[in-house]
């Protein structure tokens, strides 16, 4: 057998992306500079993730890359910024081996806080917002290592890869490609004739909307209208929104601010989880082609649906009265913006919490278990399975059930006027197939690991552990609720769960593909 990838070419690209990655690691070491705190931990993480980068560049020859160098080029280089990732969480110390901290007690204390920061990390570039820190606070994390942990959530949302063939112009022959393998959806909506102005218009429009989204938070703040926003959990919490991360400074997460300020941040998510072509389609003046796309309209349609029926679960007694952020049953007010804000934090794959819905009632649990299944848009920050797959899906079905009647039929699947080639029917239906294969396999992997560990975990932990890693979600139920963490899972699991936020991120194909024997054949 004869390998035919040039794998040392995309490993050189990958360390391109750390050299970056080190790069973006001066913006804690600034707010280290800042506070006080952890400046010799970001300046060797910068050092080494830099040094690092460089090293694996060197295995370059500098010749382009085709499909195949291009998808292992996107899944090594989300390995590589997860791995790179992790030195700031080790050499921070912050903590125990049982946190994050780097020890030299055992060699096996040191590989359990290598799989803690490893999970931690993938966590924040897949914006899964699922973590093992444990007990957030500024007593005993930095104020630098809590803003680092926000950036990499705000660098995974729009897309590494994105990034990288918006800024080198060596990716610029495959970006198309590249962005496809990388980007959440059943294919590339290009808006220009060249891919890296369409990489580049998607990030600007990125950050254009989170500088908004800080602007407005910390506006509040000045207003009186929310105290405990100051600029730095305004700057935390827009990095944290866009991506549809989840991630949060503050161990209440959205929850330890106003209502003022979980209204404002709800129109964030769902702009989030919006195909971001639709925001360049809005700049060019085309406002009849937003409205009138189906996605759009069912992605609307559903958080409209699932929002007014926990609203009316919720009003009605649908959860006990709380202490902090909860559902005071009777309060319109207060019913409809937990009800609002869980529908799209959880469909849009966000993480952040109102209120601890694992003490809701069953039904809502039930309710809230499917939403994280539907997922945004494709070309969103979303994650999740997507609205336009389950349209693809729904239309597929109806024409089988047309074609069961009139077996002569000759009916393509139809979306907003425009027909869908059959080769992306059958792809979404592959990768929905897939991905809830593996999210069942899982789920009974992680009970039975669970069990072997000592944890005990109820179905619906179970099935929500694996929805919410592969799904990038982030909370799940019961001990991995809104206001817990993954920190008493068995290292085996974490490693699993990493396994899934890769897979999810990815969406599955490009990954799996890797371990195939035509791809590396000639």
Same mark, same amino acid.
């Given at each position: ?13 990958? %360390? ?6 080190? $790069? ?13 705190? +952890? ?15 460089? *090293?694996?560049?060197?295995?370059? +020859? ?39 901290? /780097? ?20 966590? %924040? ?20 290592? /809590? ?27 495959? %970006? ?75 161990? +209440? ?17 769902? $702009? ?5 072509? /639709? ?17 759009? @309209?069912?992605?609307? &349609? ?24 909860? !559902? ?30 694992? @003490? ?10 499917? !939403? ?5 848009? *494709? ?12 349209? $693809? ?6 024409? @089988? ?8 039929? !000759? ?37 039975? +690991? ?20 592969? %799904? ?5 139920? &019961? ?44």
């Amino acid at each position: 057998m004869e390998v035919s990838v040039n794998w040392k070419q995309s490993v050189a690209l990958v %360390g391109t992306v750390l050299k970056y990655l080190a $790069v973006a690691m001066t913006i804690p070491l600034f707010v280290a500079v800042v506070y006080g705190d +952890d400046m010799l931990v970001f300046l060797v993480s910068i050092a080494a993730t830099g040094a690092l980068g460089l *090293a694996l560049e060197q295995l370059g +020859d500098g010749s382009e890359i085709g499909l195949e160098e291009g998808i292992l080029f996107v899944t090594l280089a989300w390995v590589g910024v997860s791995v790179g990732g992790t030195i700031p969480y080790l050499l921070a110390g912050a903590g125990t081996p049982s946190t994050v901290g /780097l020890t030299l007690e055992s060699p096996a204390a040191l590989s359990a806080s290598f799989v803690n920061a490893l999970f931690e990390s993938t966590s %924040g570039f897949t914006t899964t917002g699922a973590t093992v820190l444990g007990e957030i606070s500024f007593e005993r994390h930095s104020h630098a290592l /809590l803003m680092y942990r926000q950036l990499t959530q705000w660098l995974g949302g729009m897309g590494i890869i994105v990034l990288m063939v918006a800024i080198l112009p060596e990716l610029a022959v495959n %970006g198309a490609q590249l962005i496809d393998a990388e980007a959440p959806g059943p294919e590339l909506q290009k808006l220009t004739p060249k891919i890296t102005e369409t990489a580049r218009i998607l990030w600007l429009v990125y950050a254009a909307l989170t500088l908004i989204c800080i602007c407005l938070l910390y506006a509040l703040h000045l207003l009186g209208v929310a105290p405990a926003m100051n600029l730095y959990n305004a700057i935390a919490h827009g990095f944290t929104t866009l991506p549809t991360g989840g991630f949060s400074p503050q161990a +209440d997460s959205i929850a330890a601010f106003s209502p003022a300020v979980q209204w404002l941040v709800i129109p964030f998510i769902v $702009v989030a989880g919006t195909n971001f072509a /639709l925001f360049y389609f809005v700049v060019r003046g085309r406002y009849v082609d937003v409205f009138k796309n189906r996605e759009f @309209q069912g992605y609307v &349609g559903a958080i409209v649906g699932v929002a007014l029926l926990l609203w009316g679960l919720l009003f009605t007694g649908g959860a006990p009265a709380l202490e902090l952020g909860g !559902v005071t049953r009777g309060v319109a007010e207060n019913s409809l913006r937990q009800a609002l804000f869980q529908t799209v934090t959880l469909l849009n794959s966000t993480g952040y919490a109102t209120s601890d819905f694992a @003490q809701w009632s069953e039904w809502t649990q039930v309710l809230l278990l499917g !939403v994280m299944f539907i997922g945004g848009s *494709a070309g969103s920050t979303g994650g999740g399975i997507k609205v336009i797959r389950w349209l $693809v899906l729904f239309k597929a079905a109806r024409r @089988q059930l047309s074609a069961t009647v009139y077996p002569d039929i !000759v009916e393509p699947v139809e979306l907003g006027g425009r027909i869908i080639d059959e080769d992306v029917v059958r792809g979404v239906f592959s990768f929905t197939f897939l991905y809830l294969v593996i999210f069942a396999v899982s789920a009974v992997a992680i009970a039975l +690991d669970a069990s072997r560990a000592g944890l005990t975990l109820t179905t619906i932990e179970a099935l929500s552990a694996s929805i919410a890693t592969i %799904g990038n979600i982030g909370p799940g139920f &019961g001990l991995l609720g809104p206001f817990g963490s993954y920190l008493a899972f068995p290292a085996t699991s974490k490693l699993l769960m990493v396994l899934l936020m890769w897979l999810g991120r990815l969406e599955v194909i490009p990954v799996l593909v890797l371990f195939t024997k035509s791809f590396w054949e000639w």
